[in-house]
């Protein structure tokens, strides 16, 4: 027999525990992955992307009325072109509005970005963030 023939009868031919073991872990993670995307796929609900904005005050010394917005989509669709709008009212009458466009906020994820107004958002009695539009990829 030649040095390359393999023969049943080397123990150096054989698998040792190690690679059973290794063989074993991926042969159960490709397992759980088939089996994770099959139960995905049964259990998928067609929905529409639900965005939520939430929105702090957020000044700094070149931007005393800047806001932090945090938009999260709790939705099982993604979208795509977000346009957030950030509004002061007083007395009914729209003060001064400020947009934001977040190109894409896939499903279960948080954007954040940041708004500046020119007037003193304090001079304001109402102040509300909106989604003035968004589409599906």
């Not at 993604?78 to 002061?88: G, K, M, N, P, S």
Request: proline share 8%; charged share 20%; aromatic share 10%.
């Amino acid at each position: 027999m030649t040095k390359h023939q393999q023969s049943p009868e080397h123990p150096e031919d054989e698998k040792n525990s190690l690679e059973w073991v290794v063989f074993g872990l991926s042969l159960l993670m490709v397992f759980g992955i088939l089996g994770y995307l099959i139960y995905q796929a049964i259990h998928y609900e067609p929905g529409s992307p639900d965005l939520v904005i939430q929105y702090q005050k957020d000044p700094s010394p070149h931007a005393p009325y800047r806001y932090h917005l945090t938009i999260k989509n709790n939705g099982q669709e993604t979208a795509e072109e977000v346009q957030v709008e950030i509004v002061l009212e007083k007395d009914g009458e729209i003060l001064e509005s400020a947009l934001m466009q977040i190109p894409y906020a896939p499903i279960a994820s948080q954007r954040e970005g940041w708004v500046n107004f020119s007037k003193n958002p304090a001079d304001a009695d109402t102040l509300y963030a909106r989604v003035v539009s968004f589409k599906k990829p």
